[in-house]
């Protein structure tokens, strides 16, 4: 029995300790190391690397586009009012130097991983937005991504995830009669006389048609089905309007009911998915006709 009690008397105090400990470290890092408290981003940059990196963010939320390791150094001393003499790019300017090759939890790795993204979205907008878009040949179309295309077709930009297509529908909820009538009674019956018409109350939703993927060639949309493997076309021509959302687009079609085209997020992605601003550049010139052009 004093065995026992004694075993639970040390298991007992081995914890006590290990509380200590937590508490200590707990109460160091909060009083001596508070840098370690801030995320990444805090603790990597400095003051005028986060102005940088703050306007950097503010294009890339508000949808512009700018060519990669162009016009960096011209940003950074506007947003610091600083001069830096001689070239850099936006690796020089946040130290990000080598930040493929650091460890993947290093502040280095996973700062360097946001803002690439960041900068790479803001590049991949201007291509599509401004540089000729030179299409897949038929051989890497069918290869690659197994579809057929004709002759007279050439796929311009295959989107980088599955989207959502929705399909406007009506169902009726109802129906109402409307006319002329007169009432007389019978026993116990009424009976009216003249037209009555029905009209049925309507109400629009959206069905879901399947998760798809997007094919993008010159005349036309292509979405292929990966759930229910239903496919549909959608050609440019056909096309009237556009409304933007934050996650999708809306478009209004001429010969059929509208289509919602919804952008999943990615799950793992450290920038929020940039596909429907890719989406709408590609589609506006297309429209413009002007896929084939240099527009800089």
């Excluded at 503010?58 to 009012?81: C, S, Y």
């Excluded at 999943?264 to 920038?271: A, F, G, L």
Aim: net charge neutral; aromatic share 10%.
């Amino acid at each position: 029995m004093n065995l026992i009690i004694a075993l639970g008397a040390l298991i007992m105090g081995i914890g006590v300790i290990s509380i200590i400990v937590i508490l200590i470290k707990l109460g160091y890092n909060k009083l001596f190391n508070p840098k370690g408290q801030l995320a990444p981003i805090d603790r990597f940059f400095n003051e005028d690397q986060k102005s940088f990196l703050t306007e950097i963010r503010r294009m890339h939320d508000d949808n512009e586009a700018k060519m990669l390791f162009q016009g960096d150094q011209e940003i950074f001393e506007k947003v610091t009012a600083s001069k830096l003499e001689g070239k850099k790019n936006y690796l020089e300017l946040l130290g990000l130097n080598d930040w493929e090759d650091a460890d993947p939890k290093s502040d280095l790795h996973v700062c360097g991983n946001f803002v690439s993204e960041l900068m790479l979205d803001l590049n991949r907008r201007f291509i599509y937005e401004k540089i000729k878009i030179d299409p897949l040949n038929d051989d890497e179309v069918l290869r690659v991504h197994k579809i057929n295309i004709k002759d007279n077709e050439v796929l311009l930009y295959k989107i980088s995830n599955s989207v959502d297509l929705f399909e406007e529908k009506e169902r009726i909820k109802s129906i109402t009669y409307s006319g002329i009538s007169t009432n007389f009674r019978s026993g116990g019956m009424n009976y009216r006389f003249g037209n009555i018409k029905p009209f049925p109350n309507r109400e629009s939703y959206w069905d879901n048609f399947d998760r798809c993927g997007l094919f993008m060639l010159n005349n036309k949309m292509v979405f292929v089905g990966s759930k229910n493997k239903k496919n549909k076309v959608i050609k440019y021509d056909d096309i009237l309007t556009g409304e933007l959302f934050s996650n999708g687009i809306i478009l209004s079609l001429a010969n059929s009911k509208k289509i919602l085209i919804d952008f999943p997020e990615y799950k793992d992605s450290v920038v929020k998915r940039d596909d429907r601003n890719i989406f709408t550049r590609v589609l506006q010139r297309v429209l413009e006709n002007n896929t084939d052009q240099n527009l800089v």
